[in-house]
């Protein structure tokens, strides 16, 4: 039994944002549809290659067919498969819908209770309506790139596609939000999200001290902005995060590191002068890490209940043996190649957990067997192959 079963998913995604939010349903055993422009018809909906690692990891557990959506054709098998379906997901720029005349406007005529989640760069109305957008874009106008980086050593982005990921994991959660509602009202509705709004919604307390007090936050580098000594640290034989929030973790920390004498000091007796006196608190610690190994420290400061924590490369983290206990890489079996390690999912069900059990289709490896379920002839998808609609 897996938690979505019930539920059909269009996909008309491409990029990062759009397939993370529809991974949330794949995953979780929903019939995912992916549709997608034939070789011959137009461009492939992936970046990279088709068995690469990346378009692997995001499309996987989907069915593909191919259908060509700007030929009348083509739509029309499109209304006819929204007609059973209960969510459709895309993320192309807002006009290229209305276009395609596959707007929640239009859908919701052919199934009322039809969800549409729209994913864009800026959101469905504004001036930048029509702006190209792209993940690093969305860091720098969200304020992310504005805190990231060394003081004084100018704008700096996340290293992962961060409003990508996270405006895909808001959409998916609005989607299943606009599933549940449905089940009272029995409509339903246009979820939206963009790359922007996701990027303000993680600035969090920046911004919310932003707009309560005015504060503009600066950049501070792997210090913490609020609260300090909470940063990375060197040990002598590598890289360690530290986080000794709150005066009873500061006083367990001068125990450990063996200056007792750092509890008395007027510059570093409180939260706030910590934070004031950032440079030389830091000052004061570096030389005291460097001269022990971070698994000593990892050791002896978690058991204080300061928490602590080394830093990995991605070798590092999947040798790790509490992500190997949480089983964050799953193995799935394909035809032609050894099986593949892909990236598992991050939140567990007790009864209806995630199944991650093919790996991504074969460009339009499914379209004859979901036009036979939508009731098309032979002779039919016969014709609709020759007139390369599919």
Not at 212 to 240: F, I, K, L, R
Not at 242 to 262: F, K, N, Q, R, Y
Request: hydrophobic letters at 40%; aromatic letters at 6%; proline letters at 6%.
């Amino acid at each position: 039994m897996t938690a979505l079963k019930k539920f059909k998913v269009l996909d008309l995604t491409r990029a990062r944002a759009g397939p993370t939010c529809v991974k949330q349903f794949s995953d979780f055993g929903a019939d995912v549809i992916k549709i997608e422009m034939s070789a011959k018809t137009g461009t492939s909906q992936f970046s990279g290659t088709r068995s690469g690692p990346d378009m692997q990891n995001l499309h996987r557990n989907k069915r593909s067919m191919t259908l060509d959506l700007k030929n009348p054709v083509g739509r029309d098998i499109f209304y006819r498969l929204v007609k059973t379906a209960d969510v459709v997901v895309e993320n192309f720029r807002p006009d290229v819908k209305l276009r395609l005349a596959i707007d929640y406007e239009t859908l919701k005529k052919i199934n009322p209770r039809i969800i549409l989640v729209s994913i864009s760069g800026f959101g469905q109305d504004g001036p930048y309506l029509k702006r190209p957008m792209f993940d690093q874009i969305a860091q720098g106008m969200s304020g992310i790139m504005s805190v990231t980086g060394a003081p004084g050593g100018g704008p700096m982005r996340a290293g992962v596609a961060i409003t990508d990921i996270t405006a895909g994991y808001i959409a998916a959660c609005g989607a299943l939000t606009a599933l549940l509602e449905r089940e009272v009202s029995g409509q339903g509705q246009w979820v939206q999200s963009s790359l922007v709004q996701a990027g303000v919604a993680m600035m969090d307390f920046q911004a919310a001290r932003y707009l309560m007090e005015g504060d503009v936050a600066q950049q501070v580098g792997n210090d913490h902005p609020t609260s300090m000594p909470t940063s990375c640290y060197q040990s002598s034989d590598g890289y360690m995060n530290v986080a000794a929030t709150g005066e009873a973790m500061w006083l367990s920390l001068c125990d450990v590191i063996e200056h007792p004498h750092l509890k008395d000091d007027p510059r570093f007796n409180s939260e706030s002068m910590r934070v004031k006196h950032r440079s030389e608190l830091s000052q004061t610690l570096i030389p005291i890490f460097k001269a022990k190994p971070k698994a000593y420290w990892v050791e002896r400061l978690n058991a204080v209940g300061v928490p602590t924590g080394p830093i990995y490369d991605m070798a590092e983290v999947f040798n790790d043996p509490q992500v190997i206990s949480q089983a964050m890489s799953v193995e799935v079996s394909h035809p032609s190649k050894p099986p593949l390690k892909l990236v598992n999912q991050a939140v567990k069900l007790s009864r209806t957990p995630a199944k991650i059990t093919s790996q991504t289709p074969d460009l339009g490896e499914h379209s004859d067997e979901i036009l036979k379920e939508l009731y098309y002839t032979e002779e039919e998808i016969l014709e609709f192959k020759k007139l390369e609609v599919i």
